[in-house]
């Protein structure tokens, strides 16, 4: 015996082709209302997830936020980096303004018009002379404050440097052990 759907046996006009190929036709009691009926059945529509969707989801998150987290952190911790690197930059300028007038470099900050001590959220600042002299160069030094975010960007770049000694301008940076970083916390 074979099932014949509903919406088949209804465009036919309940009428059956035998494998001759003769028409039949096939009365069945109320076969029209009972397809009627069958259409008008609630259907079970799924809705929401599973579980193991919701678990896939979340280890692919997961991995996402695991790849992504480390990312953000260096490129939060570079831009601060760059912070520093801009306010050494305006130090060098302003020390360069002062040698244009006098004889000899600017031996503290406020002399430059720059405050008493100079900082920003994340770096303080330090200035000393080359060979305790402020005639051929000075150096200008920036340390992550120890209690700021930018702390724990001291294990790669524990101090970030300007030195200008007789006329060359270096940059520096050194890690927590004092190895040269200067490549990695100066990008240019």
């Known amino acids: 015996m074979r099932l014949i759907p509903c919406s088949w046996w209804l465009a036919t006009g309940g009428r059956l082709r035998a494998m001759s190929g003769v028409p039949v036709t096939v009365h069945l009691r109320g076969a029209t209302e009972n397809c009627a009926a069958m259409r008008l059945l609630p259907q079970r529509h799924l809705k929401g997830f599973t579980l193991i969707e919701l678990m896939i989801a979340v280890v692919v998150a997961g991995i996402l936020a695991a790849v992504a987290y480390p990312a953000f952190t260096s490129f939060i911790a570079r831009g601060r980096r760059a912070d520093a690197i801009a306010m050494l930059t305006s130090i060098v300028q302003a ?70 000694d007789g006329g060359q301008l270096s940059y520096l940076a050194t890690d927590s052990s004092e190895h040269d970083t200067s490549t990695t916390c100066w990008s240019r």
């Open 95 to 164: 020390q360069e303004r002062h040698r244009s007038n006098k004889s000899s470099y600017a031996e503290s900050f406020p002399v430059l018009n720059m405050g008493e001590t100079v900082s920003t959220k994340y770096y303080d600042f330090s200035m000393s002379g080359i060979s305790g002299s402020f005639v051929i160069g000075y150096q200008v030094t920036a340390t992550p404050k120890t209690d700021g975010a930018q702390a724990s960007d001291a294990s790669k770049c524990a101090t970030l440097s300007v030195k200008l």
